[in-house]
């Protein structure tokens, strides 16, 4: 009985690891296509809200795919010119950075701490963060023909939406095909209801954050603002983020802490924390938790195996699968094990 328990272990841990290579390997397919798949589930309320009100559905079809268009190519394009801006003007920052680190230095007391510190200030390059950036957003003919892969997908997911709970009327007994049906159309109400509802609180943040750092004059504003769209889908880690990072270059640009400073620190975090409690929890159906050690793995895997892209659908996907589990009589246990 041992014997045959370690070998289902060993097949389930091949099978992990073969599963793992392919996804690397098939990056190029795949991860557009992820993209794409969560961002039709986003759009999706949009289209049914279309047909609702009796509009054609090759018209509402229309609508919300050059919508979908529009919105992805501006984030798309700001991010990669803003980026590469951004990569580009990081090494003249080196010197700054190095000031500011070395006036933190001299407030450490514990002479053991300080030489560590000393040493790594010393041999400190921010450029080596733009040279990153740079590697990750890539040439600009591989990020158009991603884009245009995102889209391409996105055509035939929406396309052929819903054909496929149909037909199991047609594979399954009447009684299981009833059941099926009723479980995925509750299940791909929940995601799409998720998806949506933070899609929006995404773009409401984003706007916000570009908005305030314009006015209060921090350069990338805009860029800022596309990376807080795409950082929120990531919870407590990716607000964090997206607030440290403007407020880290302003008090770059400014030589350390000044009211510009606070006053960044405090709009963005006011920011996050009134969108989300005013606009997600009163639009969101229910609170959907995930232990935050299994987000915390979710993101480095999605980061090993797609870079930014899994990083960013890792924990929407990590949702679904909860939701999925909390709809499934039989998959109940792993939805609950999932939780906080």
Do not use: C
């Not at 609508?63 to 951004?86: E, P």
């Amino acid at each position: 009985m041992d014997k045959a328990r370690w070998v289902r272990i060993g097949v389930a841990a091949l099978a992990f690891f073969v599963a793992g290579v392919f996804l690397k390997l098939a990056q190029p397919i795949l991860a557009p296509f992820a993209l794409a798949l969560l961002f039709a589930f986003a759009v999706s309320p949009a289209l049914d809200f279309l047909v609702g009100r009796k509009a054609p559905k090759t018209l509402a079809l229309t609508l919300i795919l050059i919508g979908s268009f529009v919105v992805l190519y501006l984030i798309g394009m700001v991010f990669y010119t803003s980026g590469k801006s951004l990569a580009s003007e990081l090494p003249s920052y080196t010197e700054m950075v190095r000031d500011l680190l070395a006036r933190i230095d001299r407030l450490v007391p514990d002479p053991r701490l300080k030489v560590g510190l000393t040493d790594w200030i010393q041999g400190f390059n921010i450029g080596k963060v733009g040279t990153f950036l740079l590697g990750a957003i890539g040439p600009f003919a591989s990020f158009m023909s991603d884009l245009l892969l995102v889209f391409v997908f996105m055509i035939f997911i929406l396309a052929g939406r819903g054909r496929l709970i149909r037909k199991f009327g047609q594979a399954f007994p009447p009684a299981q095909a009833e059941t099926l049906t009723r479980t995925a159309y509750r299940v791909d109400r929940e995601v799409q209801r998720y998806l949506a509802v933070k899609t929006l609180d995404n773009l409401v943040i984003g706007v916000l954050v570009a908005a305030v750092l314009a006015v209060l004059g921090v350069r990338f504003a805009v860029l800022f603002g596309v990376l807080a769209v795409l950082f929120n889908y990531i919870p407590a880690l990716g607000p964090a983020a997206s607030v440290a990072a403007p407020t880290l270059l302003a008090v770059f640009l400014e030589g350390g802490l000044t009211i510009k400073v606070l006053a960044v620190l405090v709009l963005l975090a006011g920011i996050h924390v009134a969108v989300s409690r005013l606009l997600e929890r009163r639009l969101m159906a229910k609170e959907i938790s995930l232990s935050p050690l299994l987000v915390l793995f979710s993101l480095f895997f999605g980061g090993w195996l797609w870079g930014l892209t899994g990083m960013i659908v890792a924990v929407p996907s990590l949702t679904a699968a909860r939701i999925v589990f909390d709809n499934v009589p039989a998959l109940r246990p792993l939805g609950a094990m999932m939780d906080r």
